[in-house]
């Protein structure tokens, strides 16, 4: 018979069993039950201990009890109090060493400690024949004075004891590098740069996370620098703070990382014995952005609550302005009456789209992203604009778009960016330059519209994005930029104004990628199935088609399939059993939102009827790069 194969596990505590059995010294460790984990052969053999003493989970207390009961500590007029006072000892278990003479008149030292996991370990020696030396010194050392022979068996017993503490010291150095090494651990974890820097600024400590906060930062920077690390135009943004931590104020700070453009902030606390500063630093951008965003809907929603309830009435008396003006217009009035009365149609049109405007304004938006090429969008886009920007003013689409498609609100988009396109107009007074470009920026596709204007005013760059803010005086609406805002916010990107030349403003849109994928398509009625067999091919997307839940388990192993997009209640069984199948899964139902059925189904789920739009954004949600 081949002998049974040990995991590695039981290997090595056999490994460790032996070891122990080998060991002259009686072992015993008991865990902070007061249940032993583990003992070896000697502790069983000194004690005279039955088996189930000494197996894993013996009970301390039942082991003080049969040695009681034995004899082992001497006679005791009351065992029980003996057993509750060596019980309640070992519950609050202090590091001891000691030397006391048994029953059968051995002697044993006893070295105790506690350990960092909770428990104890103790170490029993027999000293018999120590003590038996001592005594035969004793009897054939008459000519040595008593006192002599006392500091000589009490430095004997010194030693014993100072080995014990040492071991004890050991031990405590064991946990301490342990503990060390936790700490270190921990703060590797952290999602935030952990370090310490000293008073020249050189960094004496990190946890290695400096490029996580930091985008191209080295990560090997012990020894070095500040400025060299995070180079000059970032330190010189630090420096000031860093000079007051040193002198013993604690600093905490954001700053924008110049390459990267993210916002960091930084808490920097004195070092206590002098010796520089202790840094953390974690990047916020989210936070600053969502505090932004937040800003932002508080004053819309103020300009919507003041502007909301007059818009009503405004709109009914614009109408009655415009219908008397255009029966004004038709009764014979001479030409200087005549323009007067296109001037005041004029002015109540414009009142029209500034309605418009509110209702954008105060309206409730969605995010429709679905597969768009960005350079057939910019250049439609270009080609519906040049009409209105008038003859001295170019528009150029520059080079080097991504030629990926990806996953956008076109509409939005097209929307956002006819905007900046009018304002650079404007700016510009009818004369000058506007470029759009794009590029791939890391995980974000950047978008910026530059013109060669004069550029935005301090104010401007300020309170551009906030709601009726203008600097056309009585021309302008101040609802372009905030529309902008509120659309790429929507779609979680970010907006940022800035002076290159002219006037500059850069979108950034989260990176996603319109993958084509091999959708099986679970739906047992065929108008339905052909419908969305359209929408998903129109998408881009390759289709497998199945009418049903038994039908679609043998479909979803075929070489390619990537989503599962099945209807959830089928003829033959509920869709949501092809989570089984490992696949992304999509559901299609009619019941409404506030159905219980709903709460627990897994991954999203389209509400009948649906668009394209809400179809590309649910398989985007499964399946985003």
């Known amino acids: 018979m081949l002998p049974m194969l040990m995991l590695p596990e039981e290997r090595h505590a056999e490994l460790t069993r032996s070891g122990l059995n080998l060991i002259q010294q009686a072992i015993s460790i008991f865990d902070a039950e007061l249940r032993l984990a583990v003992s070896n052969r000697p502790y069983q053999a000194m004690f005279g201990l039955p088996d189930r003493l000494t197996l894993p989970g013996a009970s301390f207390e039942d082991t003080i009890r049969f040695l009681v009961e034995r004899g082992e500590y001497g006679p005791q007029d009351d065992p029980e109090a003996a057993i509750r006072e060596r019980v309640d000892q070992a519950r609050t278990f202090q590091p001891h060493y000691m030397e006391r003479k048994r029953a059968d008149r051995r002697w044993i030292s006893v070295e105790g400690a506690p350990l960092s996991q909770g428990g104890w370990i103790a170490v029993y020696t027999d000293i018999t024949q120590i003590k038996r030396q001592e005594e035969l010194l004793r009897a054939r050392s008459a000519e040595l004075s008593e006192r002599v022979f006392e500091n000589a068996e009490r430095l004997s017993a010194a030693n014993r004891a100072l080995a014990a503490t040492n071991a004890a010291l050991e031990e405590a150095k064991r946990i301490l590098t342990e503990s060390e090494a936790r700490t270190r651990q921990v703060t590797a974890m952290v999602p935030a740069h952990i370090a310490h820097m000293d008073r020249t600024y050189r960094y004496t400590f990190s946890n290695n996370q400096i490029s996580a906060v930091f985008p191209g930062s080295d990560v090997a920077v012990l020894g070095r620098t500040g400025e060299e690390v995070l180079g000059s135009e970032t330190f010189d943004r630090i420096r000031p703070h860093m000079d007051r931590a040193v002198a013993g104020q604690p600093q905490v700070f954001e700053i924008t990382h110049p390459p990267s453009g993210r916002r960091i902030r930084i808490a920097l606390t004195p070092d206590q014995t002098g010796r520089g500063a202790y840094v953390l630093s974690t990047d916020v951008s989210a936070e600053v952005q969502s505090r932004e965003a937040l800003a932002h809907a508080a004053k819309r929603a103020v300009a919507a609550q003041v502007t909301s309830g007059m818009a009503h009435d405004f709109g009914n008396l614009l109408t009655i302005i415009l219908g008397l003006q255009t029966r004004l217009g038709r009764s014979g009035l001479s030409a200087g009456q005549v323009e007067d009365v296109q001037a005041t149609l004029a002015a109540a049109r414009r009142g029209v789209t500034l309605l418009d405007g509110i209702a954008t304004l105060t309206g409730q938006r969605e995010h429709r992203p679905r597969p768009v090429e960005l350079r057939g969008l910019l250049d439609d886009l270009a080609a519906m604009t040049r009409p209105t920007l008038g003859g001295d003013v170019t528009l150029e689409i520059a080079p080097g ?151 679609a388990r043998g479909l979803t192993d075929l070489p390619g399939v990537t989503v599962i997009l099945s209807d959830l209640q089928l003829g033959d069984g509920s869709g949501t059993l092809l989570v089984e199948a490992g696949l992304p899964l999509i559901l299609m139902t009619a019941l409404p939102a506030s159905d219980p059925l709903r709460a627990a189904l897994p991954g999203p789920v389209l509400t009948k009827p649906f668009d394209d739009a809400a179809l590309a954004a649910a398989l985007m949600m499964v399946t985003d790069d």
């Open 401 to 551: 778009l991504p030629d990926t498609r990806l996953m956008l609100d076109p509409g939005a988009l097209q929307d956002a960016l006819l905007n900046l396109i009018l304002n650079a107009r404007d700016a510009m007074r009818g004369q000058g330059e506007i470029v759009i470009a794009g590029r791939a920026a890391g995980r974000w596709l950047e978008l910026t519209v530059t013109d060669s204007g004069p550029g935005f005013t301090d104010e401007a760059l300020r309170r551009a994005t906030e709601p009726f803010f203008s600097t056309k005086g009585g021309q302008g609406s101040g609802l372009g930029l905030s529309m902008v805002y509120d659309q790429i916010k929507l779609a979680g990107g970010t907006l940022r104004l800035a002076n290159a030349g002219g006037a500059q403003v850069t979108i950034r849109l989260p990176w996603r990628s319109a993958r084509p994928h091999l959708v099986l398509l679970v739906e047992d009625d065929p108008d339905i199935r052909a419908a969305t067999r359209e929408m998903l091919t129109l998408l881009g997307h390759a289709v497998i088609e199945a009418e049903g839940l038994a039908e």
